[in-house]
């Protein structure tokens, strides 16, 4: 699914302001690898940073497409076969020229959308933006939650195709997922960036949490809760996102 059509929250105003300029930077240089890998475990917020990602660079007329895999919902966001066709069909919707070269392909390539991921990936991608995209600037296509994937050596393929075939247009890929084994071994191939979220500084992930669970809870007056119950919950956070956005759906 988009992003803009899952039930994912973007980040509170005011909280991992730096991320989402560093990867910004990373979408809109002529010089960055194609590909930036996102980890970090679970909880820690990559969804979230994903969304408020994807609102910022279709402000920028950046975003090309987007797909959230979630093992919640229906099968087909679990299913790594359903990335490619989705990518495409929002990439299609947002450049009218791709739209008419995955016309081609598909003329001249019948069954393609149901073939193999390697050629699903060249003929319906590859080749109509070799055609399509030719200026300075690259779409970017943001796929989140690779791990919630249900066949881990299919994603391990489908990794393989990106770090190999994207370099070769202009395009780029944002990727998030939790380390898992298969999907950590692409982390960090030549053609791609990697930022892990337990690499950021604890005072920074602190203050942001802090700044989130004081926004949420200024709803709440008499003065509660306090700066020390705010403090208490930072500490218990232990870094994560979802222990703060957890407490602060309880109260």
């Not at 994912?8 to 105003?13: A, D, F, L, R």
């Not at 999907?183 to 791609?192: A, H, L, N, T, W």
């Amino acid at each position: 699914a988009r992003h803009d059509a899952m039930e994912i929250p973007s980040c509170s105003e005011g909280t991992r302001t730096q991320l989402i300029e560093d990867v910004c930077a990373w979408a809109e240089s002529k010089s960055s690898p194609p590909v930036f890998f996102l980890s970090g475990v679970a909880g820690s917020g990559k969804s979230t940073v994903a969304k408020t990602v994807c609102s910022r660079l279709e402000s920028k007329g950046l975003l090309g497409s987007s797909f959230f895999c979630s093992r919640r919902m229906t099968p087909e966001q679990r299913n790594v076969r359903s990335i490619i066709p989705t990518l495409v069909y929002h990439l299609s919707l947002r450049a009218p020229s791709f739209a008419a070269e995955v016309r081609k392909a598909l003329e001249t390539n019948p069954g393609s959308e149901t073939a193999v991921l390697e050629q699903q990936f060249r003929v319906l991608i590859g080749a109509p933006a070799k055609a399509a995209f030719t200026g300075d600037t690259a779409l970017v296509m943001v796929i989140d939650a690779l791990d919630e994937c249900d066949d881990i050596e299919a994603t391990f393929n489908f990794l393989s195709i990106v770090l190999r075939e994207i370099p070769r247009l202009n395009l780029k890929v944002l990727a998030t997922s939790r380390p898992e084994p298969r999907i950590r071994d692409k982390f960090g191939e030549p053609g791609s960036q990697l930022l892990r979220l337990q690499d950021i500084d604890s005072d920074i992930v602190e203050a942001d949490i802090r700044e989130y669970l004081t926004k949420e809870l200024s709803r709440f007056q008499d003065n509660w809760p306090s700066p020390r119950d705010i403090e208490a919950l930072v500490s218990r956070s232990q870094r994560l996102f979802i222990y703060a956005a957890t407490a602060c759906r309880y109260v």
